[in-house]
């Protein structure tokens, strides 16, 4: 089954949370696909030895060339991108790389550079394992953009897996920073936590593990700030090959209301599922 490339909705959403790992000692922020919607909310990030290790030594030009880096609109993709570029030319093992690099990822993302925002996010998390917004996001677009046909496609489902569950094991223990209302804290939280289960949900998809599939796509609407029209689909057919057609007509109906590149075929498949929850249960 084919899914359209990247819904940016739980994308926009859930980069709420690079803003949990985007402030450094400067302060600076940073889901996107091409329509992204408003730029996250600034939260400070969890851990501070992340952010600046004591290793490494002050350095004032350093600093001068990461404010330029966090003063560019967060919108500006391509500003991003060219500056931060030329951040990691002089600074690639810097005090602030592993925010540039973060930072990076999504806006590679932004632009549909998939194969830069892998690079960046590997990076990122070789510095920062625990990258909360990279493990989110990457783990995300990896199943959305899944070719059967590639060799790869197993290693990289498993590894999408990975970044996920670890993904939901920190958000469940993270804690809201000071600087930020409990309903912006809140509503960054649901945002990532509904990311990481879909995308959980994608991989178990993937994977043809139905149940598993069915049950993180549940979790990631029921939390989901911004219902994602894909996850209803995916959860319908879920519940459509186990046979649960009730419960998939009503995944379906929900999706087919949702404006978007699926609603045809939510429509479509609701008018099928009817047919199925109408059809008598075969004799045993």
């Keep these: 089954m084919q899914l359209p490339k990247v819904h940016s909705a739980i994308v926009t959403a859930g980069i709420l949370l690079a803003a949990i790992l985007a402030s450094a000692p400067l302060s600076f922020a940073q889901y996107g696909g091409s329509n992204a919607g408003p730029p996250p909310a600034q939260l400070p990030a969890p851990k501070a030895a992340a952010q600046e290790p004591a290793q490494a030594p002050a350095d004032p030009e350093e600093d001068k060339a990461y404010k330029a880096f966090t003063d560019v609109k967060p919108d500006a993709f391509d500003q991003q991108i060219q500056v931060g570029e030329g951040f990691l030319q002089k600074y690639s093992t810097g005090r602030y790389a592993e925010q540039v690099y973060a930072r990076l990822t999504n806006a590679y993302f932004q632009k549909q550079q998939l194969d830069k925002m892998y690079a960046a996010g590997d990076k990122a998390l070789s510095m920062n394992p625990d990258d909360l917004s990279v493990l989110v996001l990457v783990g995300w677009v990896i199943p959305h953009n899944y070719d059967p046909n590639d060799p790869e496609s197993d290693r990289r489902l498993a590894k999408a897996a990975t970044y996920e ?22 509503k960054s939280k649901a945002a990532a936590l509904a990311q990481a289960h879909a995308g959980l949900g994608l991989v178990y998809f ?10 993180e796509m ?52 609701e008018g099928e599922a009817k047919k199925l929850a109408a059809s008598p249960a075969p004799a045993k």
């Design 165 to 186: 569950k670890r993904a939901l094991e920190l958000l469940a223990t993270l804690k809201k920073p000071d600087n930020v209302t409990d309903e912006q804290f809140a």
């Design 206 to 215: 993937r994977q043809q593990d139905l149940p598993n599939s069915v049950s």
């Design 218 to 269: 549940q979790k990631a609407i029921e939390v989901d700030p911004s219902p994602d029209q894909v996850n209803y689909y995916v959860l319908g057919v879920g519940l459509n090959s186990m046979k649960r057609y009730t419960e998939a007509v009503d995944a379906f109906q929900k999706c087919s209301q949702m404006p978007g590149p699926v609603q045809d075929r939510c429509k479509q498949r």
